[in-house]
C-alpha cells in the first residue's frame, strides 16, 4: 500500500469502525420493555439520563478480532459492520469501476451510515462522477415481524433495540462530519415495502443487503435484484442470520440464482451476478 488513495481508504475504514480509537462495545444492548407502564418508566429514566450526558448500556472491553469481524455492536463508531466487510465494500466497488459495470450503489439498511460514507468516499478517491450512492433506511429501526406473511420472522427482536434506530438528522450529520454529503448520495426514507418497489434508480452495480430480518431481505431482493447489472455484485451482510439466510435462499432457488455464493466472514457473503 503505497499511494495516497489507498492509504485514505485503509485510514477511514479504521476511523469508521473506530479501530483507532479502541471504541468499547456495547455488550447487551437495550430493548425497549413491551408494557407500555414499563417502557414510560423506562423512556422517562432514559431521558433523565440523556439530559445529563449520560447512557445507559452494558459495556464491553474493546476486542479488536470482534471489530475487525463485525461481531460487536459498536458504542461510538458510524458502522457496525467491521473492517473485512468493509475491505469487501471496496473489492465490489473498484471492481465495478474497473470493469466498467454500469449502475449506482445502495445499501438497504445503513444504520449510522458508516457504510454509505465509505461507498461515497471510493466513488470520490477514483474521481466517478456518475454513480450516485442510496442509503435505504425507515431511520426509526426494524419493523415489527409479521408473522402472517413472514413466518420466518417470528423470533425477530430487533424492532425493540432503541440502539438501531438513528433518525436521517443523524445519518446525514455523520456522513458530513466526513465531507461526503453530496448529491452523489441520495436517501430512500420509510419501511422497504413501501419506499423500494418505486425508488427511481435506473440500475445497480452494487446491492448491499443489511436489514436482519426475512421480510427486510426479502424486500431488497424482489425491488431491486433485477435492476443489478450483469458483471454487479450482491453482498448480504447478514447471512449467518437464520430468517435473513432463508430469505436469500428462497429467493435465488424461487429465481435461478446459481451464480457462487462467497464467503466474506463468519457472518456474510457476497456473489457476483453472471
Ligand atoms: C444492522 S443495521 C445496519 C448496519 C449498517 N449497514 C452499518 O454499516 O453499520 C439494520 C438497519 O436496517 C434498517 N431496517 C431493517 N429493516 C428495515 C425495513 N424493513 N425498512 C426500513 N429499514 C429497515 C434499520 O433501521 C437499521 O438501521
Given at each position: 500500500m503505497d499511494n495516497a488513495k489507498e492509504l485514505y481508504l485503509d485510514l477511514l475504514k479504521k476511523a469508521l469502525t473506530f479501530y483507532l480509537w479502541e471504541d468499547r462495545a456495547a455488550a447487551k444492548l437495550l430493548f425497549e420493555p413491551q408494557n407500555p407502564i414499563k417502557k414510560a418508566i423506562f423512556d422517562r429514566f432514559l431521558g433523565y439520563l440523556k439530559k445529563r450526558h449520560m447512557q445507559l448500556a452494558n459495556f464491553s472491553e474493546f476486542d479488536p478480532e470482534k471489530r475487525k469481524n463485525g461481531l460487536d455492536w459498536p458504542l461510538m463508531a458510524d458502522t457496525m459492520i467491521g473492517l473485512k466487510r468493509l475491505d469487501n465494500i471496496q473489492f465490489c466497488v473498484e471492481s465495478v469501476i474497473k470493469d466498467k459495470i454500469p449502475g449506482d450503489l445502495i445499501e438497504t439498511g445503513v444504520w449510522r451510515g458508516g457504510a454509505i460514507i465509505f461507498m461515497r468516499a471510493i466513488l470520490k478517491a477514483h474521481g466517478v462522477t456518475d454513480r450516485v450512492v442510496w442509503a435505504a433506511d425507515s431511520f426509526e429501526g426494524l419493523p415489527a415481524p409479521d408473522v402472517e406473511k413472514y413466518?420466518?420472522?417470528?423470533?425477530?427482536?430487533?424492532?425493540?433495540?432503541?440502539?438501531l434506530q438513528v433518525t436521517l438528522e443523524s445519518v446525514k450529520a455523520n456522513i458530513e462530519k466526513y465531507g461526503m454529503?453530496?448529491?452523489q448520495v441520495k436517501f430512500l426514507k420509510g419501511w422497504f415495502t413501501d419506499?423500494?418497489?418505486?425508488?427511481?434508480?435506473?440500475?445497480?452495480a452494487v446491492l448491499r443487503l443489511d436489514g436482519d430480518m426475512y421480510e427486510s431481505t426479502m424486500d431488497g431482493l424482489i425491488n431491486l435484484y433485477p435492476k443489478v447489472s450483469k458483471g454487479g455484485f450482491i453482498i448480504v451482510d447478514?447471512?449467518?442470520i437464520a430468517e435473513c439466510q432463508k430469505a436469500i435462499d428462497d429467493y435465488r432457488k424461487q429465481n435461478s440464482v446459481n451464480d457462487t455464493i462467497v464467503k466474506i466472514d463468519a457472518s456474510s457473503v457476497y456473489w457476483r451476478r453472471l
Open positions: 413466518p420466518a420472522d417470528a423470533g425477530s427482536r430487533f424492532h425493540q433495540f432503541k440502539v454529503l453530496d448529491d419506499t423500494l418497489p418505486g425508488a427511481p434508480i435506473k440500475n445497480l447478514d447471512y449467518g
